[in-house]
């Protein structure tokens, strides 16, 4: 029997062979009383993601990933997108809290030649986000050629915090991908398996120079559906200190940081244990049997001084109402038509599956049944609002999952309770599984909240 490694179809490059890239800032345009104006432009570009071959991607302003957008909490911008590629594109703030018609709903392509504005206000706790694109049934082929980018919300009183900063705070934005010898990406639905490399910001397997001090950490999972669960190669700690929605109550020390698609996790290492000279590589304890499990390598090459830490609390979760509605989500396979579907329906554009009141708390019991006949992992988001999760399998969640969450792993089965609150924004918007191959296959519904009566 073949190994999976001989089956593979695509290049197999070193690892460590290029330095991590860490994407630039995109910078304002204009700045007005109310908003910071930023332009981009969606086009196709080539990039080196192995050693020695040119990979024709889709790109913001030519960046793979996009360029990084720093915005702060109570500052609103506005992101106008133009596309110049040459399929349609919807540009998600993914976990932003946003109103609808700037949420980059489906319905609301930008189609090739044209443009559109989308305001971020902003207002919502300070949180590692992203953007990616939702264009109706090729979302996940858009995000696999490119379409991702980070979007750190910070805030005044994260600034406080002596956490690592400015230079020692880094995206590392994970995904897989399969490239053929001519270098292009090999786009298959459903190919999941074949995806053998890994991607930091764009590069396969990179390497990163670092000093010997603490590092703030933000991974964030760009991946179709790709799940990573990062250890150190020697065991060693790294502090979780954020999910999705940004700081955790408490820092959470742990051997094993687990990202499922569209999840964000923050962590503090400190490469201070590690003596100038030496390296560690960062392995996904997740990945598929025979497959190579480093995906990236710290090499600790200076020392530094540091005087950052990790305060032993660092945010309270906000208070949510008491529910007042309950709703269950049943995310299953039909095997035999092949759709994914919630409820045993699949997407339908023009139907409004729920519809939550603007002002009320709920809960929302998601299950992944048991009894299917190919057990599949499925994860969990909704648009607009961070939510809690209550428990898992009726136990409270792990500490990794006190903060904060916009999207959440739902295994084979596992059943897990959230907390949703919908605070401001009427409209349309989406939730999904964000296995993006799934969502393609109708795992999708819609909620419109609505005013109160
Ligand atoms: Cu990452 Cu519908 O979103
Ligand atoms: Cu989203
Ligand atoms: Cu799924």
Redesign the pocket.
Known sequence: MKTAAELLTGVNPPSFALPLRIPPTLRPVARTDDYDLYQTIMRPTAVTIVPGLSTPVYSFDGEFPGPTIVASRGRPIVVERVNALGVPVAT?L??GHVPADSDGHPKDPIQPGGRRRYYYPNDQLAAPL?Y?D?AMMVEAENVYRGLAGFYKLTSSNEDKLPLPAGRYDVPLLLRDAQIADDGTLVWDLGGFSQRNLFLVNGRHRPYFQVAARKYRLRFVNVSVSRAFGLQLGDGGEMIQIASDGGLLPRPAPTSMITVWP?ERAEAVVDFSRYPVGTSVVLQNGAAFPGEEPAVMRFDVVRKATDDSEVPSSLRPVPVFGTPTVERTFVMTFDPATGQMLINGKTFDMDRVDISPTRGTTEVWTIVNPADQVIPIPHVF?A?LEQFRVLDRNGNPPDASEQGLKD?VRVLPGETVRILIRFTRFTGRY???C?MLEH?HLGM?GQMEIVAPA
């Open positions: 998600h993914h976990g992203w990616h939702h569209a988001h648009h999207t989406l939730y999904h964000h969502s999708m």
